[in-house]
């Protein structure tokens, strides 16, 4: 059974900082394009970092570009996000997520601009609050 186990969330001041763990049991992340997205209360899943494991490129979003940073340790089998400089319009409920392609980045990229597409199996998500 695939699952990830999600961890690093919390509340936050503007400005600072937090880094989101995720976990997988049950396959091997490396055969795996991952991403991150988030979820605030009345809005859309938007997909913030991706990242593709056939030529280990990155996308962002113009939201999180320059303040966010994805990242994955294979022999931990984990995928991580570093948050810096966060603001107010981060808050959200992030979940970490994994796509059974072996795609470039452009590939990549399309599916989380998609929110998710072809993104088969989730975690259950954590939240991030960030306020004064």
């Known amino acids: 059974q695939l699952q990830f186990v999600e961890s690093g969330g919390g509340l936050v001041q503007p400005g600072g900082s937090l880094r989101l763990s995720c976990t997988a049991s049950?396959?091997?992340?490396?055969?795996?394009?991952v991403g991150w997205f988030r979820q605030a209360p009345g809005k859309e899943r938007e997909g913030i970092s991706c990242?593709?494991?056939?030529?280990?490129?990155?996308y962002y979003a113009g939201s999180v570009k320059g303040r966010f940073t994805i990242s994955r340790d294979n022999a931990k089998n984990t995928v991580y996000l570093q948050m810096n400089s966060l603001k107010p319009e981060d808050t959200a409920l992030y979940y970490c997520a994994a796509a059974p392609v072996f795609a470039g980045i452009g590939t990549v990229q399309a599916m989380c601009v998609m929110r998710g597409s072809n993104f088969n199996s989730w975690g259950q998500g954590t939240q991030v609050t960030v306020s004064a």
């Open positions: 049950g396959f091997t992340l490396e055969d795996y394009a």
């Open positions: 990242l593709s494991n056939k030529d280990g490129h990155t």
